[in-house]
């Protein structure tokens, strides 16, 4: 599988050169392969994830039903959902898209997990792999823990950030993807040819941190093949304004982590207010899906969400079976 890279459009990339996507992919090509600090809003949230988490686990073990079932971070499910696209170039029909979001690297993800999820999106063979964010999880020391751990995957590659990334450091989360050969979309598109035929990749920078700009990110993306990746699975809601048919791969949930059947999806949409807590939405002509992501940023342990390595086929519409 090969594909080229051509013109970015959007504003310059995070690390403040013109390298950008073309020397990210260029760097593909041939291996084959100022500090931020926690943001305010994170401390003035009414509940971030973490308090969600352990909101969830307590009740789990309130209910006798997390001792029976909770365990470490195993090896990660693969999902294969199927899309049918209807601007889908005809050569574009079957293609394959391996998904990795929220890897957060650290004490709370085992290394073998992260490496055991890098080589099961190789094993698909896949055309394309996006990085749909959530490197980093809470230390700036998780920068080089990317650069250990990120490498060596075998398709061209794309990525955009969430919000512990933004939280911790964009730009050092950004250099280290780039310096693996994968290019960052920060409100920006690009479009590659795979099978021989032009591919646009938009990516949406995070919504939780006030960096998401949609209109921004879509501005010169010619109709056809095009595939839009978002951290965040609220963004589905703007695009859906736009009343465009698009396909959004979004990640940030982790499907609950702790997911306690009726209880984790009421605290996600009341409290944590996210309505879209795994698997496929469609919101108007915007298909989302929300990959439960590869690792953990508050507990080390997963119930009834295990981590996800997605494998989504593309298919023209009328053409999906």
Not at 58 to 73: D, H, K, M
Not at 189 to 217: K, S, Y
Not at 242 to 249: E, I, K, T
């Amino acid at each position: 599988m090969q594909g080229t890279c051509g013109k970015v459009r959007g504003p310059a990339l995070c690390n403040g050169s013109d390298s950008g996507i073309g020397s990210a992919l260029r760097a593909f090509r041939r291996s084959a392969v100022s500090r931020a600090g926690l943001a305010r809003g994170m401390e003035q949230m009414a509940l971030t994830r973490r308090d969600f988490l352990k909101s969830a686990a307590v009740a789990s073990i309130c209910g006798a039903v997390l001792p029976a079932a909770a365990r470490a971070v195993e090896r990660a499910h693969a999902e294969r959902p199927v899309f049918a696209l209807p601007d889908l170039d005809p050569a574009h029909d079957g293609l394959r898209v391996a998904q990795l979001s929220d890897l957060h690297v650290g004490d709370r993800t085992r290394p073998d997990t992260i490496r055991d999820a890098i080589a099961r999106a190789n094993s698909f063979a896949p055309d394309l792999v996006v990085l749909t964010g959530d490197y980093l999880c809470r230390e700036r020391s998780g920068i080089g823990l990317m650069r250990d751990l990120l490498g060596g995957l075998a398709a061209p590659t794309v990525a955009v950030l969430g919000n512990h990334d933004h939280w911790v450091d964009a730009r050092g989360a950004a250099r280290a993807l780039t310096a693996h050969g994968y290019a960052v979309l920060r409100n920006q598109n690009t479009t590659l040819t795979l099978r021989g035929a032009p591919f646009t990749v938009v990516g949406i920078d995070d919504l939780l941190t006030g960096h998401a700009r949609p209109r921004e990110a879509l501005t010169g993306a010619a109709r056809g093949s095009r595939l839009v990746l978002a951290h965040g699975p609220r963004t589905a809601d703007q695009l859906k304004k736009l009343g465009q048919p698009l396909l959004c791969l979004s990640g940030h949930t982790h499907g609950g982590q702790i997911n306690v059947p009726g209880l984790t999806q009421f605290m996600l949409r009341t409290i944590a207010h996210e309505p879209y807590a795994r698997g496929l939405f469609r919101l108007g002509a915007v298909q989302l899906y929300v990959n439960r992501g590869v690792g953990n940023s508050a507990l080390r342990i997963r119930f009834n969400s295990d981590p996800e390595v997605t494998l989504a086929v593309l298919r023209r519409a009328g053409q999906a079976s």
